[in-house]
């Protein structure tokens, strides 16, 4: 079944600007991970959270966790022409099988 | 990093006809490999679980005898799909598990005519 469903569907920004997509899922994790996939591409791992972290920061990237509601955010600053692809998030129950969201497609305009 | 390398990249075929997509790791062994599925614009959806040496796990609605798994190598997991219809076509893509990581093959899109 799906677990998590990210927020929203598609984005489009402007160059410079911060992107942020939220994902929410259903079950009790081990952790979140977000992934970003180019078009017709495999995924590239981005960051992972564990389920006892809040935040997280990786480069221009800071991911969010709130547990009690079940939900996680990613927020990309500094947007580039380079950043745009789909971004999953992807909850890990357990045994590392990740169950990935609907995607948030990302559009960042020169 | 580790690297993950997925042939073909694309295959078109016809139906009725078995695809071979095969998943290997490169630079280390991998005992698991998980074989998911995309639809355009869509999620991955895991299918499997591929331990070597012993028989795939699959997935709640994937048919073991449509998709077959074989993992015969630490670095090798292929997957075969067996008579395939135009419904089959999708993005196919792998994973291999090593050092607590997860880490991706560039997935294969299969167009059944």
């Known amino acids: 079944s799906q677990q998590g469903e990210e927020d929203p569907q598609a984005l489009s920004i402007q160059e410079g600007e911060n992107a942020t997509m939220n994902c929410s899922y259903k079950t009790s994790i081990n952790n979140l991970q977000w992934y970003r996939q180019n078009s017709g591409r495999g995924l590239v791992h981005l960051i992972l959270?564990?389920?006892?972290?809040r935040e997280k920061h990786s480069g221009r990237l800071r991911v969010t966790l709130d547990t009690s509601k079940k939900s996680s955010s990613l927020l990309i600053t500094a947007s580039r022409a380079a950043d745009t692809a789909s971004y999953f998030c992807?909850?890990?129950?357990?045994?590392?099988?990740?169950?990935f969201g609907k995607g948030t497609l990302l559009t960042v305009n020169p | 990093g580790a690297v993950v390398s997925q042939h073909p990249s694309w295959v078109i075929c016809k139906s009725g006809t078995s695809v071979k997509i095969e998943c290997r790791s490169l630079?280390?062994?991998?005992?698991?490999m998980f074989w998911y599925r995309q639809f355009p614009k869509q999620s991955l959806m895991l299918m499997a679980t591929s331990n070597e040496g012993s028989k795939a796990t699959y997935e709640q609605g994937v048919e073991k005898d449509k998709f077959l798994i074989n993992h015969a190598s630490l670095t090798l997991s292929t997957l075969t799909v067996t008579s395939a219809h135009p419904e089959d076509s999708s993005f196919y893509i792998c994973s291999a598990l090593t050092g607590g990581k997860l880490f991706f093959g560039s997935g294969t899109q299969l167009s059944v005519l």
């Open positions: 959270i564990r389920s006892n972290e």
């Open positions: 630079d280390f062994q991998a005992t698991t």
């Open positions: 992807a909850t890990d129950e357990s045994n590392y099988k990740l169950t």
